[in-house]
């Protein structure tokens, strides 16, 4: 990420409530800009995003 060198990022997605969370990137000092390829629902709720950095 730091350099660059991620072609896509693979996230699925589960609703879950548990409260505060943890953060799935580090802080950085500017936001990631990411463009929505494609998306899958499942049956259960959850749903995988393909994302591509722009």
Known sequence: MKH???DEYR???HPV???SGLR???ERA???NLRLVS???FDKGAV???YHPE
């Open 30 to 32: 500017q936001p990631m």
């Open 17 to 19: 409530v548990l409260g």
């Open 11 to 13: 996230l699925i997605i």
């Open 4 to 6: 660059g060198l991620v």
């Open 48 to 50: 995988a995003n393909v």
């Open 39 to 41: 998306s899958t629902r």
């Open 24 to 26: 799935l990137f580090p």
